[in-house]
């Protein structure tokens, strides 16, 4: 079954000055790897069950030789958040009940990196097809959870985990119609959010939420949808400590984040995209 939210995809031009944006942020950003015969090294910030992950080209023509995506135009583009990946602990099968409620996925093939000491770190993922485009994915981990981690998971912001990613869509309830049958969940009901002044439809997965969302009025998501079209435009992270985020970044020349009070009654604070790389970043937790 799909059972969370396992990371989220942050592209950038060159992976020293994104980890750099991300280590100002708050975040323990450790260098992750290359991406054998792919053309791609990336940057991790492991949380305590998920992780943030920052992917850049190292080899322009090697990525355009393996035939991989539009990474490039995505990158022309400005970069930012790509692609949520979705953790299933039974991939096949779930390839398969997909299948069966005619979503265009396809096989399940197999994926490693090398760790810059040397270890190798595997996994199983499937990717959705033209009919549809949807900016997820699943994955099927083959590594145990502590290796994967290493030392990561105690960051200076106190953050714990995602708690909720964001995708704009520009009709709400037909996006949750096609999540609901992609994903084998019911379709939620729509509510409206009060920080990014959308009409959203969460999906839980487990502790996380996968949210879509439509702006109503002026707010994060209509800007990201004016800015860059439909697509995921926000991660909100579960920190222990709202004030030692906000302390942190602000002593390593981050502006102080926008601050609202979320449907919960929880405060929420968000990072603007010219200090994230091209998204925003969101913070909630207690004081």
Not at 170 to 197: F, S
Not at 241 to 254: L, R, T
Request: hydrophobic share 40%; proline share 7%.
């Amino acid at each position: 079954m799909l059972t969370r939210i396992d990371h989220i995809m942050i592209c950038v031009h060159d992976l020293e000055r994104g980890m750099e944006t991300y280590r100002r942020l708050g975040f323990d950003v450790q260098a992750g790897g290359v991406h054998p015969g792919r053309g791609t090294h990336n940057a991790i910030a492991f949380h305590r069950d998920d992780y943030l992950e920052i992917l850049g080209v190292r080899d322009a023509d090697e990525y355009r030789r393996a035939g991989s995506g539009g990474l490039l135009d995505f990158l022309a583009a400005g970069g930012g958040l790509r692609y949520i990946a979705v953790q299933s602990d039974d991939l096949a099968s779930d390839v398969a009940a997909m299948r069966g409620r005619d979503v265009d996925v396809s096989d399940v093939t197999d994926g490693a990196r090398t760790t810059p000491d040397g270890r190798t770190l595997r996994w199983r993922s499937a990717t959705l097809g033209p009919r549809n485009p949807l900016p997820i994915f699943f994955l099927q981990h083959l590594t145990p959870l502590a290796e994967r981690r290493g030392r990561g998971g105690e960051h200076p912001n106190g953050v714990q985990g995602v708690e909720r990613v964001y995708i704009n869509v520009t009709d709400v309830n037909g996006a949750a119609e096609v999540y609901a049958r992609v994903l084998g969940l019911p379709k939620p009901t729509i509510q409206r959010g009060a920080v990014i002044k959308a009409d959203m439809a969460v999906f839980d997965l487990g502790p996380t939420g996968l949210t879509v969302a439509q702006p109503m009025e002026p707010g994060p998501a209509a800007d990201a949808l004016a800015r860059r079209g439909p697509g995921p435009f926000q991660a909100l992270h579960r920190t222990r400590s709202m004030e030692a985020a906000a302390k942190w970044m602000a002593d390593h020349g981050v502006p102080p984040p926008a601050r609202g009070i979320r449907n919960t009654g929880e405060e929420a604070m968000l990072v603007g995209p010219a200090h994230t790389g091209g998204l925003y970043i969101g913070f909630v937790g207690p004081r």
